[in-house]
């Protein structure tokens, strides 16, 4: 199988089908650095990235919604000093869409650098 | 009294005071749009901006980011597709300081243009 990084974002409809629970596991096995969260009902993938100043958390925030904007799947970024949180998720089928462990494993990589 | 939006973040202490709810109140009526919220006890400055699209709402992010580096005064960040959260507290007093009504008056003024 290509690796979760390498792929693209499908285009998602909103009868798409959330990702099942033994797929997500699989998944997360090549981004272990990332939980699933609930939000009012909502399963989403985040990450809490460090960084040494503002300056660079705001970098890796750019980084990250250059990304989002080629992609066409946008995060939620939560900018602070020293860390981006990074938060994906698919807003048309509620959850989580093999699109978004596409994505944290994209975001993985930017870091990476 | 000059206006907040022209004054400068003063150097915070970590024995500075707290603004007094008195005193919050009459700031308060110069940044209207924005609320007082509690996060693990701590009192904050929040104000949900709103834009068209990522893009935009991704260069009000660096726009603030920008002025938090002049001012040494760096707030939260919340960015989503056609929003950004702005989240103002002083770490240093896990409060409310003077300085987080001048730079929410600040971002304000930017988001005015």
């Given at each position: 199988?290509?690796d979760l990084y390498q792929?693209?974002?499908?285009?998602?409809?909103?009868?798409?089908?959330?990702?099942?629970?033994?797929?997500?596991?699989?998944?997360?096995?090549?981004?272990?650095?990332?939980?699933?969260?609930?939000?009012?009902?909502?399963?989403?993938?985040?990450?809490?990235?460090?960084?040494?100043?503002?300056?660079?958390?705001?970098?890796?925030?750019?980084?990250?919604?250059?990304?989002?904007?080629?992609?066409?799947?946008?995060?939620?970024?939560?900018?602070?000093?020293?860390s981006v949180e990074v938060?994906?998720?698919?807003?048309?089928?509620?959850?989580?869409?093999?699109?978004?462990?596409?994505?944290?494993?994209?975001?993985?990589?930017?870091?990476?650098?």
């Amino acid at each position: 199988m290509t690796d979760l990084y390498q792929q693209t974002c499908e285009v998602c409809r909103a009868d798409a089908p959330r990702v099942p629970v033994d797929e997500a596991e699989v998944m997360l096995e090549e981004i272990p650095l990332w939980r699933i969260q609930q939000q009012e009902g909502v399963k989403q993938l985040a990450r809490n990235f460090k960084f040494k100043n503002f300056i660079e958390a705001l970098a890796f925030t750019n980084t990250v919604a250059n990304l989002a904007e080629e992609e066409g799947h946008h995060p939620k970024l939560v900018l602070e000093w020293g860390s981006v949180e990074v938060v994906w998720w698919t807003h048309k089928i509620k959850g989580l869409h093999k699109n978004d462990f596409v994505m944290a494993a994209k975001t993985d990589k930017l870091y990476e650098g």
